[in-house]
């Protein structure tokens, strides 16, 4: 998650100076950055398939191996159409990263602890946009960005190494009938926990035969209020994201700045990264993600509606910075939330469809944010993104689903699958 957080930061620092240096132009860019979003989108569907039918732990080193990868490829691309190629397939590898790191933290921690440990895992990832944004600021403009791009290759794949020994979720162990091996990891938990013995054997809680539910079951009666509200979340939080880190470097430079002062400047108000997720840590679990996300939408659209307005540098870096703090605490609780949102048959796959279509958004979202940019200027970007906020939250206040400290059985939707809605799992799932 910290080197997401990092390639996808960088990435904003990296278009600024090569538009710069004359290596690329805003069209080139804005294909750079479409690029990438199909290959998310990509990668998200397939992080969400692949985890459901096979296994948490393959489809998390299957797409850390290709981001890793193409990440020390792209540091070797010759010009600019190449580093878009190589990054549509990077892409494919990084989009399963949220989709993965989110549904795993949902699957592993207690209902009591699941949003602290989402605020701690915003705070990675913050640490990801930051560190970046200041590594940027000093690098950058002297050795130029292909030495960052291998810091996050290595780095990334340092951590497949690391991970290899990840153990499978004793939740989807259970559910696709592999008892015994359910059985043991949740030996390994009970022992590390001191309370070795005390819970039932998974054989005397499992009564349904294992199945494997087809993705449809994301639009049935019961389940498609869910699907909505994930999807309309993750629309808002991955486009006020994008925009917001990938662009602003980039608007900066266009409006006269030089290469330094618009990494400086981005690197100021990025600090919010860092400071929203310590404060979500202290209050995940007592507000809640419906709440949260309410509070924290109405919050963006107020920050984002007065960023424009102000014309002291000083005032501008400290609404830029509240704007990022509320953001990414709003995000946390968006894509944090939308795995809590679906059943284990099809968690992964719902909160991987969820971020599919944010992704879908993003396609065109260089060129949308290029015109309101052109015909309004910074002024017309950000509120387009307070509008977005501000609607999500009326939706969550409206119609939103409580999860908060609730086991993930008791939040499953009211009424299961029909038959003839599930397939029988007759395919070993090795």
Request: contains cysteine.
């Amino acid at each position: 998650m910290f080197f997401d957080s990092f390639d996808n930061t960088l990435s904003g620092g990296m278009l600024a100076s090569m538009l710069h240096s004359g290596w690329s132009t805003l069209h080139l860019n804005s294909l750079f950055m479409s690029a990438t979003f199909i290959g998310l989108t990509i990668g998200a569907a397939l992080a969400g398939w692949m985890s459901d039918r096979y296994g948490r732990r393959f489809a998390y080193q299957f797409n850390l191996a290709i981001f890793g990868l193409m990440s020390l490829a792209s540091a070797l691309a010759p010009s600019m159409p190449w580093l878009i190629a190589i990054r549509f397939v990077m892409g494919i590898g990084l989009g399963a990263e949220l989709v993965m790191g989110y549904g795993l933290i949902i699957e592993f921690v207690p209902p009591k602890q699941r949003g602290r440990y989402l605020g701690i895992m915003g705070l990675i990832t913050g640490t990801g946009v930051f560190v970046p944004a200041m590594l940027g600021t000093f690098v950058i403009p002297y050795l130029g960005w292909r030495p960052l791009v291998v810091v996050g290759g290595v780095g990334t794949l340092w951590v497949w190494w690391l991970r290899r020994h990840l153990p499978e979720s004793p939740r989807w162990l259970e559910r696709v009938g592999r008892l015994a091996e359910a059985e043991e990891v949740m030996q390994g938990i009970e022992k590390a926990a001191g309370v070795q013995g005390s819970l039932p054997p998974v054989e005397e809680t499992v009564k349904d035969e294992p199945r494997f539910v087809p993705v449809s079951v994301l639009f049935s009666k019961p389940v498609i209020r869910r699907t909505l509200l994930a999807v309309s979340a993750n629309v808002v939080c991955l486009f006020g994201n994008y925009s917001l880190s990938a662009w602003l470097p980039t608007f900066f430079v266009s409006q006269g700045m030089s290469v330094a002062q618009s990494l400086m400047f981005n690197a100021a108000m990025m600090a919010g990264w860092i400071a929203g997720p310590l404060l979500l840590i202290f209050i995940s679990d007592r507000i809640g993600r419906r709440w949260g996300m309410v509070t924290f939408g109405v919050l963006c659209a107020v920050f984002a509606t007065t960023y424009p307005l102000l014309k002291s540098a000083n005032l501008i870096i400290a609404c830029g910075f509240l704007l990022v703090s509320a953001v990414s605490i709003f995000s946390n609780f968006a894509l944090g939330g939308s795995p809590e949102l679906f059943p284990t048959e099809y968690r992964f796959r719902g909160g991987g469809f969820a971020q599919m279509v944010g992704r879908v958004g993003l396609i065109g979202s260089p060129f949308i944010v290029m015109s309101l940019f052109a015909r309004f200027g910074i002024a017309g970007v950000v509120l387009t993104i307070a509008a977005g906020y501000l609607a999500v939250a009326l939706l969550m206040a409206v119609a939103g689903i409580e999860t908060n400290q609730q086991s993930l059985e008791a939040i499953e939707p009211e009424a299961s699958p029909t038959p003839e809605d599930t397939i029988p799992n007759t395919v070993p799932l090795r």
